[in-house]
């Protein structure tokens, strides 16, 4: 079964819109990691939350773990196109050295 | 220097053909990575480095060989793939295994003939 579903698997917004991406496992996180892909390129980091209730932001993007650990959002507030592309979950199963992945969002901005 | 290189960006075999994907970092990361990631799915784990020592093996095909010359250096030995193979190959290391945060190169887009 899949270890992490990741919610929704598109999603089409205007310019300057809020939008929330959403990422859920089973089993307890103990590293929760938020990448963007633009297609056929490499990963690029966006943030990692280890504690339950924590909660990170980078310029316009916060994400947050929830206090049980098995749940993440990924929040954009005014998206601009830039943001645009493929925003993966990931997180350390078993014994840590996996870093399993969500089936990823494709976040399409439109101007 | 905080980035993982990856060579080629692009490589195009034939099914009898010998090459090797290269992965560099200077981090001083003791733990590196292979993953495959086909088109509009995500990346699938494939091998684990941990001080230059082959620790996991996600029951890969012998016809992709990992190698770890050093700590810095990570490599995968291709031999008489398959067109399914076709893929983008993404190396990715970290301070050790276990939850230190994870750097990714750019990827090898390969695609078998």
């Known amino acids: 079964s899949q270890e992490l579903e990741q919610s929704p698997q598109s999603l089409i917004v205007q310019e300057g819109k809020n939008l929330t991406i959403n990422c859920t496992s089973s089993k307890t996180l103990y590293g929760l990691y938020w990448y963007k892909q633009k297609y056929g390129e490499g990963l690029i980091f966006l943030m990692m939350?280890?504690?339950?209730?924590e909660e990170k932001s980078h310029e316009k993007i916060t994400a947050k773990l929830d206090e049980k650990k098995q749940q993440s959002s990924l929040h954009i507030t005014a998206s601009q196109p830039s943001h645009a592309g493929i925003y993966l979950c990931?997180?350390?199963?078993?014994?840590?050295?996996?870093?399993?992945f969500g089936e990823g969002t494709q976040l399409t901005v439109n101007p | 220097d905080t980035e993982v290189t990856q060579t080629p960006k692009h490589l195009v075999m034939g099914m009898t053909n010998k090459k090797s994907l290269k992965c560099e970092q200077h981090?001083?990361?003791?733990?590196m990575y292979w993953y495959k990631q086909k088109a509009k799915k995500p990346p699938e784990l494939m091998f684990v480095y941990s001080y230059e020592k082959l620790s996991i093996n996600e029951s890969v095909p012998s016809r992709f060989s990992p190698e770890c010359p050093n700590s810095s250096l990570l490599n995968l030995h291709l031999h008489a793939l398959q067109p399914e193979d076709s893929a983008l190959y993404l190396c990715?290391?970290?301070?050790?295994?276990?939850?230190?945060?994870?750097?990714f190169g750019s990827g090898t887009r390969l695609t078998v003939v």
């Open positions: 990715a290391s970290s301070r050790e295994t276990g939850g230190y945060g994870y750097t």
């Open positions: 939350l280890q504690k339950g209730g």
């Open positions: 981090m001083g990361h003791r733990a």
């Open positions: 990931g997180a350390d199963v078993g014994s840590g050295s996996r870093l399993t």
